[in-house]
Protein backbone atom coordinates (compact mmCIF):
# COMPACT_ATOMS: atom_id res chain seq x y z
CA UNK A 1 0.00 0.00 0.00
CA UNK A 2 1.17 3.57 -1.37
CA UNK A 3 1.58 5.83 1.86
CA UNK A 4 2.88 9.55 1.86
CA UNK A 5 3.53 11.13 5.46
CA UNK A 6 4.01 14.67 5.46
CA UNK A 7 5.62 16.61 8.49
CA UNK A 8 7.26 19.73 8.90
CA UNK A 9 4.69 22.20 8.93
CA UNK A 10 3.60 24.89 11.91
CA UNK A 11 3.62 28.56 12.13
CA UNK A 12 6.31 30.70 10.60
CA UNK A 13 6.37 34.70 10.36
CA UNK A 14 6.39 36.32 6.30
CA UNK A 15 10.32 36.39 5.72
CA UNK A 16 11.68 33.08 7.55
CA UNK A 17 12.68 29.60 6.43
CA UNK A 18 10.63 25.98 7.05
CA UNK A 19 11.83 22.91 5.53
CA UNK A 20 8.78 20.00 4.63
CA UNK A 21 9.25 16.90 4.68
CA UNK A 22 7.68 13.68 3.02
CA UNK A 23 8.10 10.03 3.75
CA UNK A 24 7.15 7.42 1.51
CA UNK A 25 6.74 3.79 1.36
CA UNK A 26 5.21 0.75 -0.90
CA UNK A 27 6.16 1.75 -4.22
CA UNK A 28 9.34 2.11 -5.77
CA UNK A 29 10.56 5.72 -5.00
CA UNK A 30 13.48 6.08 -6.69
CA UNK A 31 11.51 5.08 -10.20
CA UNK A 32 8.55 7.81 -9.27
CA UNK A 33 8.36 11.61 -10.18
CA UNK A 34 6.95 13.43 -7.02
CA UNK A 35 5.38 16.53 -6.48
CA UNK A 36 4.07 19.12 -3.74
CA UNK A 37 0.61 20.51 -4.18
CA UNK A 38 -1.26 22.90 -1.73
CA UNK A 39 -4.80 23.81 -1.19
CA UNK A 40 -5.73 26.94 0.11
CA UNK A 41 -8.21 27.74 3.03
CA UNK A 42 -10.78 28.59 0.20
CA UNK A 43 -10.12 24.49 -1.41
CA UNK A 44 -8.53 26.17 -3.86
CA UNK A 45 -5.65 23.51 -5.50
CA UNK A 46 -2.11 25.24 -6.83
CA UNK A 47 0.49 22.68 -7.59
CA UNK A 48 4.18 23.95 -6.40
CA UNK A 49 6.66 21.44 -7.53
CA UNK A 50 8.03 18.26 -9.49
CA UNK A 51 11.05 16.69 -8.88
CA UNK A 52 11.90 13.94 -11.41
CA UNK A 53 13.21 10.36 -11.02
CA UNK A 54 16.30 12.03 -12.39
CA UNK A 55 16.65 14.71 -9.62
CA UNK A 56 15.04 17.55 -12.53
CA UNK A 57 12.94 19.93 -10.77
CA UNK A 58 10.45 22.25 -11.64
CA UNK A 59 8.39 25.20 -10.15
CA UNK A 60 5.84 27.53 -10.93
CA UNK A 61 6.38 31.52 -10.89
CA UNK A 62 4.24 31.85 -7.70
CA UNK A 63 7.80 30.03 -5.96
CA UNK A 64 10.53 29.73 -8.31
CA UNK A 65 13.80 31.13 -6.51
CA UNK A 66 11.96 30.77 -2.70
CA UNK A 67 11.34 26.91 -2.96
CA UNK A 68 13.28 23.71 -3.32
CA UNK A 69 12.74 20.43 -3.71
CA UNK A 70 14.91 17.45 -3.23
CA UNK A 71 14.57 13.94 -2.82
CA UNK A 72 16.47 11.26 -1.09
CA UNK A 73 16.20 7.70 -2.87
CA UNK A 74 17.85 6.02 -0.08
CA UNK A 75 15.67 6.94 2.08
CA UNK A 76 12.67 7.32 0.77
CA UNK A 77 12.13 10.72 1.23
CA UNK A 78 11.42 14.23 0.34
CA UNK A 79 11.48 17.46 0.97
CA UNK A 80 10.47 20.82 0.09
CA UNK A 81 12.55 23.64 1.42
CA UNK A 82 10.64 26.87 1.51
CA UNK A 83 12.46 30.05 2.11
CA UNK A 84 11.09 33.72 1.69
CA UNK A 85 7.90 32.63 2.83
CA UNK A 86 5.41 34.83 2.48
CA UNK A 87 1.37 35.33 4.01
CA UNK A 88 -0.09 33.65 0.82
CA UNK A 89 2.00 30.88 1.25
CA UNK A 90 -0.61 29.69 4.15
CA UNK A 91 -1.92 26.57 2.92
CA UNK A 92 -2.49 22.91 3.31
CA UNK A 93 0.71 21.18 1.39
CA UNK A 94 0.43 17.56 0.14
CA UNK A 95 2.82 15.38 -1.06
CA UNK A 96 1.77 13.27 -4.30
CA UNK A 97 2.97 10.46 -5.87
CA UNK A 98 2.81 10.89 -9.80
CA UNK A 99 1.58 7.56 -11.35
CA UNK A 100 2.72 5.85 -14.31
CA UNK A 101 -0.35 7.58 -16.19
CA UNK A 102 1.16 10.95 -15.21
CA UNK A 103 -2.16 11.77 -12.97
CA UNK A 104 -1.28 12.70 -9.14
CA UNK A 105 -2.00 9.08 -8.41
CA UNK A 106 -1.34 9.15 -4.36
CA UNK A 107 -1.80 12.07 -2.20
CA UNK A 108 -0.50 12.25 1.43
CA UNK A 109 -2.93 13.62 4.09
CA UNK A 110 -0.99 16.90 4.23
CA UNK A 111 0.74 18.98 6.67
CA UNK A 112 -0.53 22.68 7.48
CA UNK A 113 2.02 25.85 7.11
CA UNK A 114 0.35 29.28 8.25
CA UNK A 115 2.57 32.04 7.45
CA UNK A 116 1.58 35.21 10.01
CA UNK A 117 2.77 37.84 11.75
CA UNK B 1 -0.81 29.08 -18.40
CA UNK B 2 -4.03 26.94 -19.18
CA UNK B 3 -7.08 28.18 -17.13
CA UNK B 4 -9.35 25.53 -15.66
CA UNK B 5 -13.12 26.29 -15.26
CA UNK B 6 -15.34 23.87 -14.01
CA UNK B 7 -19.18 24.29 -13.88
CA UNK B 8 -21.56 24.14 -12.34
CA UNK B 9 -19.97 25.33 -9.08
CA UNK B 10 -22.72 23.78 -7.04
CA UNK B 11 -24.83 20.71 -8.07
CA UNK B 12 -28.04 19.97 -5.95
CA UNK B 13 -28.98 16.01 -6.82
CA UNK B 14 -30.76 13.70 -5.06
CA UNK B 15 -29.28 10.06 -4.08
CA UNK B 16 -29.83 7.75 -6.87
CA UNK B 17 -30.31 10.33 -10.13
CA UNK B 18 -27.15 11.73 -12.36
CA UNK B 19 -25.04 14.51 -11.75
CA UNK B 20 -22.52 15.59 -14.69
CA UNK B 21 -19.99 17.99 -14.13
CA UNK B 22 -18.20 20.18 -17.03
CA UNK B 23 -14.48 20.98 -17.39
CA UNK B 24 -13.19 23.31 -19.59
CA UNK B 25 -9.53 24.44 -20.93
CA UNK B 26 -8.34 27.37 -21.88
CA UNK B 27 -6.72 25.44 -25.04
CA UNK B 28 -6.29 22.10 -25.65
CA UNK B 29 -4.77 19.77 -23.36
CA UNK B 30 -5.59 16.40 -25.63
CA UNK B 31 -6.97 13.65 -22.97
CA UNK B 32 -4.53 14.42 -20.25
CA UNK B 33 -7.05 15.63 -18.13
CA UNK B 34 -7.60 14.36 -14.56
CA UNK B 35 -10.66 14.29 -12.04
CA UNK B 36 -10.78 14.19 -8.37
CA UNK B 37 -12.83 13.50 -5.43
CA UNK B 38 -12.33 15.64 -2.02
CA UNK B 39 -14.58 14.83 1.33
CA UNK B 40 -14.00 17.41 3.83
CA UNK B 41 -11.30 16.91 6.44
CA UNK B 42 -9.43 14.17 3.43
CA UNK B 43 -7.14 14.72 0.54
CA UNK B 44 -8.45 14.52 -2.77
CA UNK B 45 -8.42 10.90 -4.43
CA UNK B 46 -7.65 10.28 -8.46
CA UNK B 47 -10.81 9.09 -9.69
CA UNK B 48 -10.30 9.32 -13.68
CA UNK B 49 -6.96 10.25 -15.59
CA UNK B 50 -6.40 10.09 -19.54
CA UNK B 51 -9.89 12.32 -19.41
CA UNK B 52 -12.17 8.66 -18.90
CA UNK B 53 -9.70 5.94 -17.42
CA UNK B 54 -10.99 4.65 -14.48
CA UNK B 55 -8.03 4.82 -11.48
CA UNK B 56 -7.59 1.82 -9.35
CA UNK B 57 -10.77 0.96 -6.98
CA UNK B 58 -12.71 3.11 -8.78
CA UNK B 59 -17.15 2.15 -9.41
CA UNK B 60 -18.06 1.83 -12.62
CA UNK B 61 -20.62 4.32 -11.85
CA UNK B 62 -17.58 7.53 -12.49
CA UNK B 63 -17.27 8.06 -15.95
CA UNK B 64 -15.02 10.71 -17.69
CA UNK B 65 -15.11 12.01 -21.41
CA UNK B 66 -13.80 14.69 -23.57
CA UNK B 67 -10.76 15.51 -25.29
CA UNK B 68 -9.36 18.76 -26.27
CA UNK B 69 -10.55 21.80 -24.40
CA UNK B 70 -14.13 20.11 -22.96
CA UNK B 71 -14.53 17.31 -20.43
CA UNK B 72 -17.30 15.75 -18.41
CA UNK B 73 -17.42 13.98 -15.21
CA UNK B 74 -20.80 11.19 -15.03
CA UNK B 75 -21.47 9.90 -11.97
CA UNK B 76 -24.74 7.71 -12.76
CA UNK B 77 -26.94 6.96 -9.77
CA UNK B 78 -25.69 9.32 -7.23
CA UNK B 79 -24.74 6.87 -3.65
CA UNK B 80 -24.42 9.34 -0.17
CA UNK B 81 -20.44 8.65 0.26
CA UNK B 82 -20.15 10.43 -3.75
CA UNK B 83 -21.50 14.21 -2.62
CA UNK B 84 -18.47 15.86 -2.17
CA UNK B 85 -16.32 18.41 -3.94
CA UNK B 86 -14.81 17.17 -7.85
CA UNK B 87 -11.77 19.22 -9.11
CA UNK B 88 -10.79 18.29 -12.60
CA UNK B 89 -6.78 19.18 -13.49
CA UNK B 90 -4.40 19.29 -16.39
CA UNK B 91 -1.14 17.60 -17.02
CA UNK B 92 -0.70 18.51 -20.34
CA UNK B 93 1.74 21.67 -19.89
CA UNK B 94 3.05 22.70 -16.94
CA UNK B 95 2.27 24.90 -14.36
CA UNK B 96 -0.27 21.60 -14.15
CA UNK B 97 -3.38 23.91 -13.02
CA UNK B 98 -6.60 22.88 -11.01
CA UNK B 99 -10.29 23.89 -11.68
CA UNK B 100 -11.68 25.72 -9.07
CA UNK B 101 -13.93 22.76 -7.99
CA UNK B 102 -17.18 22.29 -7.98
CA UNK B 103 -19.71 20.81 -4.80
CA UNK B 104 -21.78 17.90 -4.99
CA UNK B 105 -24.60 18.05 -2.93
CA UNK B 106 -27.61 16.29 -2.15
CA UNK B 107 -31.03 17.98 -3.05
Redesign the interface.
Known amino acids: EVQLVESGGGLAQPGVSLRLSCAASGFDFSLSDM?WVRQYEG?????VA?IGSGDDT?Y??SVKGRFTMSRENAKNSLSLQMNSLRVEDTAVY?CVRE?T??????????TTVIVSS | EIVMTQSPGTLSVSPGERATLSCRASQSINS?L?W?Q?KPG?????LI??AS?R?TGIPVRFSGSGSGTDFTLTISSLQSGDFA?Y?C?Q?NN?????G??AKLEIK
Do not use: I
Request: hydrophobic share 25%; proline share 7%; charged share 15%.
Open positions: HKRLEWTYPDYGNWAFENWGQG | NAYQQAPRLYGTAVYQYRPYTFQG
